[in-house]
Nanobody, 124 residues
Framework: QVQLVEYGGGLVQAGGSLRLSCEASGRTFSKYVMGWFRQAPGKEREFVAGIGWIGGITYYADSVKGRFTISRDNAKNTVYLQMNSLKPEDTAVYYC?????????????????WGQGTQVTVSS
């Protein structure tokens, strides 16, 4: 069982930056693939970024490539999402997710554990 708690959401102007954190419980965090997803009002939850436990392999949605960076600190059981050059269309509830896997899934149905979400609002 893994419990996830997100931190770091808030209100920021377009062009600004935020860093989200997700703390995980459990002693086997390093063996979990971690993902960030987001859900805007009236839209489906979508993949944002994912990071593997083997060599820190990362994947990004095209909409955030070059602006967002996912990273993890296994000693702190924490995964981060650094978000730069934020746009109003990045406004959403951001969720952290975890799955025991050797690949990095990009479908939300492939993840087993979810945080409660943190709101990110980007004003124009």
């Amino acid at each position: 069982q893994v419990q996830l708690v997100e931190y770091g959401g808030g209100l920021v102007q377009a062009g600004g930056s935020l860093r989200l954190s997700c703390e995980a419980s459990g002693r086997t965090f390093s063996k979990y693939v971690m993902g960030w997803f987001r859900q805007a009002p009236g839209k489906e939850r979508e993949f944002v970024a994912g990071i593997g436990w083997i060599g820190g392999i990362t994947y990004y949605a095209d909409s955030v490539k070059g602006r967002f960076t996912i990273s993890r600190d296994n000693a702190k059981n924490t995964v981060y999402l650094q978000m730069n050059s934020l746009k109003p269309e990045d406004t959403a509830v951001y969720y952290c997710a975890a799955v025991w896997s050797v690949t990095v899934p990009r479908r939300n149905g492939d993840y087993d554990y979810w945080g409660q979400g943190t709101q990110v609002t980007v004003s124009s």
